[in-house]
């Protein structure tokens, strides 16, 4: 209580000085206490910092690991019905860096550099940016109704914790600035429908979707074939892959989506690196931005009603009675998880410097598995052959996604400064 009344900076008005005399009355020791004002006030300020020593800043470090493995959480609980969790991620933590980032000389904002966007006219006169920051996070979630009761008890940790810290009106202050980048950011990507950072379908470098409808049935069923002959004769390992990233725990029950997975992983590197929040925020929000732009390829109409899917053909033309090992999409549009997947691993590897072997144990809480690989593009490429095992894709649908991918990837990394 001493150390609230402190550095609240109320030790300075009479009225305070009975309050903490009282408190220290409280101990035994200093039940007779007589003291001035001002050798009260002395005897208290060495007893805060000799007894107490200097208060614990909140680190931002760990509060964005704390706050992406909660959001993660939350979005991945059954109960919770979230559509397009990609772009909750992209545009919570889009616009905590642009906040966070916006106190930097000559920063280059990433929401001005996203195709179609309405700017930000960064200001910062009065502000605390570390506290403004999670307030803009915090108000995405607000606008897109996400939460959960450990996402709110975070909040009011980070809240309380800068609402002690700072006086009322740069609190004040600090609260409005994150909260109106928040609504701006919100609305940029709810109002564009289109592609982010791609022109066109066709800047992928391949011959689809206008050119799918030309495949013929022939060869469709060709690579019907093949799935049935792969997916027929599953090993153990190939069953745990198709589990393992499709979020599935021991029981096949989903409980993370791909996008989840990817932001554990990357916030699993994070706690083992130096990096300087500025570039730590950064990658969380390339990531958001990069996982929002693979999902928008994946789900590009047109693959929805040129493309026979593997369901159809082999149900139709070689065996009614097949069932693939996962459960299969209705429509073949493509492999978002292939795409997400090697545009994540390439987007975290540039940022992170490290493309070397590691354990994944990012997602064992969920699926009570961990997996070795030698390198993230390895994992990502295992992620996206996973769908043809799960009877989910043709392989040649998840090689070419995987290609997007990392075309995407490329674009965003010479597109984004």
Not at 103 to 120: E, L, M, R, T, V
Not at 254 to 276: A, D, Q, R
Not at 358 to 364: E, N, P
Request: one cysteine or more; charged letters at 25%.
């Amino acid at each position: 209580e001493i150390i609230r009344i402190y550095r609240g900076g109320m030790y300075r008005e009479d009225k305070y000085m009975n309050k903490i005399r009282n408190i220290l009355k409280m101990n035994r020791y200093y039940k007779n206490i007589t003291m001035p004002k001002y050798a009260l006030l002395s005897y208290t300020l060495i007893l805060l910092f000799v007894s107490c020593g200097q208060k614990d800043k909140l680190s931002i470090k760990d509060q964005l690991v704390t706050n992406e493995a909660l959001l993660t959480s939350t979005l991945n609980n059954d109960s919770l019905i979230v559509k397009r969790t990609n772009s909750i991620y992209a545009e919570s933590f889009i616009a905590f860096n642009e906040v966070y980032q916006s106190s930097a000389k000559n920063y280059n904002s990433i929401n001005n550099q996203i195709n179609g966007f309405s700017k930000i006219e960064h200001r910062t006169e009065n502000i605390d940016f570390d506290f403004s920051s999670f307030a803009a996070f915090y108000k995405v979630l607000e606008i897109n109704q996400i939460g959960s009761k450990d996402l709110d008890s975070q909040k009011n940790i980070i809240f309380n914790y800068y609402e002690n810290e700072l006086s009322s009106r740069k609190y004040k202050r600090s609260y409005e600035y994150g909260s109106k980048i928040a609504v701006i950011v919100t609305n940029n990507f709810k109002n564009h429908k289109g592609f982010n950072i791609i022109d066109d379908i066709d800047e992928l470098g391949y011959n689809y979707p206008k050119n799918f409808i030309n495949i013929p049935k022939s060869e469709l069923i060709s690579n019907g074939k093949e799935l049935i002959k792969i997916n027929n004769k599953l090993s153990d390992l190939q069953k745990i892959i198709c589990n393992y990233w499709e979020g599935n725990n021991d029981k096949q029950i989903k409980k993370i989506n791909i996008e989840g997975h990817w932001y554990s992983i990357l916030s699993h590197k994070i706690k083992n690196t130096n990096m300087p929040i500025s570039e730590i925020s950064k990658i969380y929000a390339i990531l958001g931005l990069t996982i929002n732009e693979a999902y928008k390829i994946g789900e590009y109409e047109e693959y929805k009603t040129t493309y026979i899917s593997p369901n159809n053909i082999i149900k139709n033309n070689l065996d009614q009675n097949w069932q693939p090992y996962l459960k299969n999409n209705i429509n073949e549009f493509n492999s978002i998880t292939s795409i997400v997947s090697l545009s994540a691993s390439n987007i975290i590897s540039n940022y992170l410097k490290d493309n070397s072997a590691f354990i994944d144990s990012s997602i064992y809480k969920y699926t009570g598995r961990v997996r070795n690989y030698n390198s993230l593009e390895e994992a990502a490429s295992e992620a996206s052959i996973s769908r043809a095992y799960g009877g989910i894709h043709y392989i040649f649908t998840a090689n070419e996604a995987a290609g997007q991918g990392k075309f995407l990837a490329s674009k965003i990394l010479n597109q984004i400064k």
